[in-house]
């Protein structure tokens, strides 16, 4: 295994590398989160974004569906639990590509890194599209942090890998 003896976490790589690998971790870490809190009181106050934004689409605050369709309860737990495996996943993805290829200065882990991040971004519109033709007001704190995190981090750790690779 070849480790680049030039390689400097103060460097325009260093810091994409450093970026990266906690946007591998927080996808791990909220993947993680979303299994613990599938089930619980925590877990039931949102059907997907947050107990306001939910309740502007669906009409009713989350917990109060919840509880009072199991089916509907049911779903949302299975989704849960599918979000959570997905999120872990792409952590793991993201971690190797970042520690296995970025870290070694292999430019194809940071267009791996770049593309899967970014084509997020046109599919984000489309889930929150509903919430803002029914009124909801968007807004950072009322989206989870897992779809808005990382992105704060993928495109400054993209920007310095770019430089950092040239």
């Known amino acids: 295994m070849h480790v680049d003896e ?27 989160i979303y299994l ?18 939910d309740q502007a ?18 779903l949302r737990s299975i989704l849960y639990l ?21 870290h070694r200065g292999q430019g194809w882990a940071l267009v791996a890194l770049a593309v899967s991040g970014l084509v997020m971004f046109p599919f984000w ?9 029914a009124g909801a007001p968007l807004g950072l704190f009322n989206i989870p942090p897992w779809i808005w995190v990382p992105g704060g981090l993928l495109i400054p750790g993209t920007v310095l890998g770019w430089i950092g690779l040239r």
């Open 6 to 32: 030039s390689f400097s976490w103060t460097s325009p790589l260093g810091a994409s590398v450093a970026l990266l690998l906690v946007y591998g971790a927080i996808h791990v870490l909220f993947g993680a």
């Open 36 to 53: 613990l809190v599938a089930e619980t009181d925590i877990g039931n106050r949102t059907l997907f974004a947050s107990p306001g934004l």
């Open 57 to 74: 689409l669906f009409g009713a605050l989350p917990a109060d569906l919840l509880r009072d369709d199991r089916v509907l309860a049911q």
């Open 82 to 102: 599918v979000i959570a495996g997905l999120l872990v996943s792409l952590g793991i993805v993201q971690l190797a590509l970042t520690w296995f290829g970025l």
């Open 125 to 133: 519109v489309l889930v929150f599209r509903p919430y803002l033709e």
